[in-house]
């Protein structure tokens, strides 16, 4: 097995043990789920936190990225590990920056922490999870009006339910570490880990 697929793998059985939860749970939006997936209980952690940036890394190498971002709050550990394992894997460095949810109106004011991608810049946007992909537009609308040109938008969970679509007909091409029926049996019930 491949140092990829050893982190995959290890990956996996951090998102089924700590992050993911089959029951009857209501989202943000109102909307009821027959799952929970709560990205942070992996990216927050050290190990959860070192293979998530790998993951994202490796997407963002592919795709020519000299700058990763998100919307916060989901996006913020994830554009660090990547921006960290940019530093330790020898090649090209890649900053990060935060999407705000509203412009800052005090101190140097602005849309985003960190420095904000420049004009021609190539960059990717992040999130934990892909549902409607609102956020994920919203962000794309700020970056896109700064003159930066987005290569992809990458998520560490696609919960099959819209998102991708919806970004992909609005020009932006998707990549998911995981998908929601890789964390599923065919009756809906979480996998155990691999063990």
Known sequence: MSA???DRRELLG??????FRVGDFVLASGRHSRYYFDGRLVT????????????MLRFAR??????IGGPTLGADPMVTAVALSSALDHGPQIAAFIIRKEVKEHG??????????EAGETVALVDDAL?????LLQAAEKVVAAGAR???IYTLLDREEGGRERLEEAGYRTRSVFLRS???????QALPAPG
Request: charged residues 20%; negative net charge; aromatic residues 2%.
């Open 108 to 117: 140097a004011g602005g849309w985003c922490a960190g420095p904000p991608p």
């Open 44 to 55: 927050l952690t050290p190990r959860g936190s070192l293979l998530v940036g790998r993951a």
């Open 150 to 152: 987005i290569a992809a």
């Open 131 to 135: 549902t409607t992909g609102g956020s």
């Open 62 to 67: 592919e795709d020519g990225v000299t700058r």
């Open 14 to 19: 951090l998102m089924l043990t700590r992050a």
């Open 182 to 188: 890789d964390l599923l049996t065919v009756d809906g």
């Open 4 to 6: 990829e697929e050893d």
